[in-house]
């Protein structure tokens, strides 16, 4: 019986040993017990950048399929990452980067016309677009958008523009209700034209280039409202325009 006892306590002892060489020796060398790092801020940074980064950091990476954009950033630049800058983590974690895509995505231009100026900022930056210049005209609308522009051009709803373009905006000053005699264009180069129609107070409408016979490339040979016409100041002003026949 003493023998049996003096063996039942040996075991007991080894196990105890065992096990407190177990937890506090080899779990924390298994598990780098204590060894971390802080996750570098790469906000910014390049892809590879912040892949030479996180190398020196003893940290791996991994980039997440679904990308973001930023004009602000470069393409492949790091929008996000996880987990968070300053973040402390063991030596080896994998950081996951969202990055900036090399092209912006397309969208499709919302109706601005006829919208009141205090409602276009609002629905701009809910569509990630910015406002642009903001050119007023004569129209009894005061500060209701009347024309919608991207790179000088108007673009109708539903034109597909990049994410983050300026849209520049013809706005109405409120003075829209003089009464105003449409000019002669007649024959008019298409430069001299619009001149003449700002100069009037009134504003540029479509131009329908048109092959004709009887007038010079370049001239004016159609108007709508024809000349001497009562029309409001800010009246569009439609043309037509002899282009070269071919």
Same mark, same amino acid.
């Given at each position: ?8 306590f040996i ?15 080899y779990?924390? /060398?298994?598990?780098?017990? !204590?060894?971390? @790092?802080? *996750? +570098? ?7 590879? #950048?912040? &892949? ?5 950091a ?14 602000d ?5 790091v ?5 968070e ?5 063991k ?21 601005l016309?006829?919208t ?5 900022q609002?629905?701009?930056?809910? /569509?990630?677009?910015?406002? !642009?210049?903001? @050119?007023? *005209? +004569? ?7 009347? #024309?919608? &522009?991207?790179?000088?051009?108007n673009?109708?709803e539903?034109?597909?523009?990049p ?13 829209g ?18 001149f ?25 040979f ?15 002003i439609?043309l037509?325009?002899s282009?070269?026949?071919f």
């Amino acid at each position: 019986m003493k023998k049996v006892l003096i063996n039942l306590f040996i075991v007991i002892g080894i196990s105890v040993l065992l096990g407190f060489l177990f937890l506090k020796v080899y779990l924390p /060398m298994y598990t780098n017990h !204590g060894e971390t @790092v802080s *996750v +570098p801020n790469l906000n910014g940074y390049t892809f590879e #950048e912040g &892949k030479g980064i996180l190398e020196n950091a003893s940290l791996e990476y991994e980039v997440s399929v679904d990308s973001g954009f930023s004009t602000d950033q470069k393409p492949y630049a790091v929008l996000k990452q996880f987990p968070e800058a300053n973040s402390q983590v063991k030596t080896g974690r994998k950081v996951y980067l969202t990055l900036n895509a090399r092209n912006a995505p397309m969208l499709k231009m919302p109706n601005l016309v006829n919208t009141p100026l205090k409602n276009v900022q609002e629905i701009l930056s809910n /569509m990630g677009l910015e406002r !642009g210049d903001i @050119v007023y *005209v +004569p129209d009894i609308g005061i500060n209701v958008v009347l #024309e919608q &522009k991207y790179r000088g051009v108007n673009v109708p709803e539903g034109f597909e523009i990049p994410k983050g373009a300026r849209i520049d905006l013809v706005v109405g000053d409120g003075l829209g209700n003089q009464i105003l005699e449409v000019p002669s264009l007649s024959n008019m180069d298409e430069i001299d034209a619009e001149f003449l129609i700002l100069g009037s107070g009134l504003r540029v409408g479509n131009k329908n280039f048109v092959e004709n016979d009887t007038v010079a490339a370049g001239k004016i040979f159609k108007q709508s409202p024809p000349a001497g016409t009562q029309v409001k100041t800010g009246e569009l002003i439609e043309l037509w325009i002899s282009k070269e026949n071919f």
